[in-house]
């Protein structure tokens, strides 16, 4: 079936690397995506990371692909009180349409 | 660039009453256009998609209904609001695609019902 996993909080002391793990059930997902979503806003695409890829970087930010664990995670440097926010693993999962499945959600808190 | 808008914000309804929330996307034609709903503490379900004028598919029974009257809008409706229902409601698009296209999401819409 189709399932996302992730934990549901992590705190941080600022300054610390912060990282996020996802587990996806559908092998056949084609991409896998990170979204941010601050209190009270809608979500915010943060990256993305094709399925053939092992990792991608993006300043701050690297995703880390394990396929054959279906394994994702997302690696914040440096982190800052401006990074506390929900983190969403989303994957493109089976058919057309691109709909997404999202996990539960990682609440990020960043404490001095 | 493409833009997508929500409204309203922010809804306090009644049970047993109507609703509409819409939503519209500028700067591209023919998206895909979603509904997800959020409810407190869990991740986003997705309660319908689009993929052209009145075509809709809906992935969870429930007690709400989506309409596509024009290329880039979507509303989310209720004849009579459940308790239940209550969430944050997100709007989204995407370009179409075989596969693995990123969706964009609006700013949501907060519905409590009592």
């Known amino acids: 079936g189709e399932d996302v996993e992730q934990s549901l909080f992590l705190s941080v002391r600022e300054g610390d690397s912060s990282v996020i793990n996802c587990t996806y059930t559908?092998?056949?997902?084609?991409?896998l995506y990170w979204y941010k979503q601050e209190p009270g806003a809608g979500l915010q695409l943060l990256t993305y990371i094709f399925s053939n890829m092992d990792m991608k970087q993006d300043q701050r930010l690297t995703v880390l692909l394990n396929k054959k664990d279906k394994h994702l995670s997302l690696r914040i440097a440096d982190t800052q009180t401006g990074d506390s926010a929900i983190y969403f693993c989303?994957?493109?999962?089976?058919?057309?349409?691109?709909?997404?499945?999202f996990g539960a959600g990682t609440r990020l808190a960043v404490h001095p | 660039s493409q833009t997508i808008h929500q409204w309203p914000a922010t809804l306090v309804q009644p049970v047993g009453s109507p609703l509409s929330l819409e939503c519209t996307v500028e700067?591209?034609?023919?998206?895909?256009l979603y509904w997800y709903r959020q409810a407190a503490g869990r991740g986003l379900q997705l309660l319908f998609y689009?993929?052209?004028?009145?075509?809709i598919s809906s992935e969870v029974p429930q007690n709400l209904s989506a309409s596509r009257p024009q290329d880039r809008q979507f509303i989310l409706s209720s004849k009579k609001l459940l308790l239940s229902d209550s969430g944050f409601y997100l709007c989204?698009?995407?370009?179409?695609?075989?596969?693995?296209?990123?969706?964009?999401f609006g700013e949501g819409s907060w519905l409590t019902v009592v």
């Open positions: 559908d092998s056949s997902s084609t991409y």
């Open positions: 700067g591209t034609s023919n998206p895909n």
């Open positions: 989303a994957e493109s999962g089976p058919g057309g349409y691109n709909k997404l499945i």
């Open positions: 689009s993929v052209g004028i009145g075509q």
């Open positions: 989204a698009w995407s370009v179409k695609r075989s596969s693995g296209n990123t969706i964009y």
